[in-house]
């Protein structure tokens, strides 16, 4: 079975760090870009981040440039969040999800989420 | 920056069709995909490349994505269906998400 298990939510204090997780299974995690997504309490979707499959190429939203970092271990199976100087408005559930990419009709490129971990909540606040 | 423009509501009586839009300047040059998202629940696609649906997604949900606007569209709406709905496109090395739209079955 395909699935992804984020790790690593909590309270954090703002100004202050924390490391999300996400355990890929079912599938060659090193075969897929992959992405963070957040939904602060009550609001839509926010795509943060995503990485290539070497990690040769990340891409951040502009409100976490400088502050987060996505990493991955593809001989772990695993995706990461690192996320220094926090502020309230991170606070959010964060999802891991497996990209899809790539041209169908050329010029038209496709990009979506096929699959999505259950989200952990990071919390920041005094 | 790009942008995609949902309704924040729409609503349907049960059996009968729903249309949920998503525009955005030429979306119809990108390929957009929707997802379902129940209370409580992580999303789940039901659409991507416009008009296909991931294996398990039922057949009344249809795409569709021309000029400005893509329209997802559940015929014969359950109540199950009822969960916010988003549609996302690609733009320049980011993601970008619709508001979403919330889908009353009454």
């Known amino acids: 079975e395909v699935q992804l298990v984020e790790s690593g939510g909590g309270l954090v204090q703002p100004g202050g760090s924390l490391r999300l997780s996400c355990a890929a299974s079912?599938?060659?995690?090193?075969?897929?870009?992959m992405s963070w997504v957040r939904q602060a309490p009550g609001k839509g979707l926010e795509w943060v981040a995503n990485?290539?499959?070497?990690?040769?190429?990340?891409y951040y939203v502009d409100s976490v440039k400088g502050r987060f970092t996505i990493s991955r271990d593809n001989a772990k199976n695993s995706l990461y969040l690192q996320m220094n100087s926090l502020r309230a408005e991170d606070t959010a559930v964060y999802y891991c999800?497996?990209?899809?990419?790539?041209?169908?009709?050329?010029?038209?490129?496709?990009?979506?989420?096929?699959?999505w971990g259950k989200g952990i909540t990071v919390t920041v606040s005094s | 920056s790009f942008e995609l423009t949902q309704p924040p509501s729409v609503s349907v009586s049960p059996g009968q069709t729903a249309s949920i839009t998503c525009s955005g300047d030429?979306?119809?040059?990108?390929?957009a995909s929707w997802y379902q998202q129940k209370s409580g629940q992580f999303p789940v696609l039901v659409i991507y490349?416009?008009?296909k649906r991931p294996s398990g997604i039922p057949e009344r949900f249809s795409g569709s994505n021309s000029g400005t606007t893509a329209t997802l569209t559940i015929s014969g709406t359950q109540a199950m269906d009822e969960a916010d709905y988003y549609c996302?496109?690609?733009?320049?090395?980011?993601?970008?998400f619709g508001g979403g739209t919330k889908l009353t079955v009454l």
């Open positions: 079912g599938f060659t995690l090193s075969a897929y870009w």
């Open positions: 996302q496109a690609w733009d320049s090395n980011t993601v970008v």
């Open positions: 990485i290539k499959q070497d990690g040769s190429e990340k």
């Open positions: 490349q416009d008009t």
């Open positions: 999800a497996r990209d899809a990419r790539g041209y169908g009709d050329y010029p038209r490129y496709y990009y979506y989420m096929d699959v």
């Open positions: 030429k979306l119809g040059d990108r390929y």
